[in-house]
């Protein structure tokens, strides 16, 4: 039986994928990296938040931005120096991408706070034709507590 690879070991893996701009693409993105990362070596615990993190840029930008020409969202992913990269590129909005403080009953709200939680660093990019990415880059290494993905 093999020993579980560390993070140290998680070899270098990058890709981008194209996803429908619809809410169902949010699982199969975060299924689709979390599966990618996993045969990369990354630990388990690390694949948890990385799902967590996935699932509020997608549905950030199936709820909020517009699609790439063709109705479809960018999303990539790479592993290298220890850190697990995420971005996800669309059509952009009018809208600021900032983490906003929700009232205490609100079912929305709280997704970039917790992207914030998580990761060592995350921001946003404007490109030319009004695309737009949010990244967000997760440490393999010395990480804060983790937040649990409910299956």
Known sequence: ????????????????VRLRHEPVAVGMARRRVRSELAEAGVPDPVLDDVEVVVSELMGNSVRH???????????GW???????????????SSQRIEPREPSAMADSGRGLHIVERLCRAWGVTEHAGALRTVWAVLSLDERPPT?????
Do not use: F, H, K, Y
């Open 147 to 151: 937040l649990r993905l409910v299956r």
């Open 65 to 75: 931005a517009r699609a790439i020409a063709g109705g479809v969202l960018l999303v």
């Open 1 to 16: 039986m093999n020993a579980p690879r560390t993070a140290e070991q998680a070899s270098a893996s990058a890709n981008v």
């Open 78 to 92: 790479r592993v290298a120096d220890g850190e697990v990269s995420l971005r996800v590129t669309d059509g952009g």
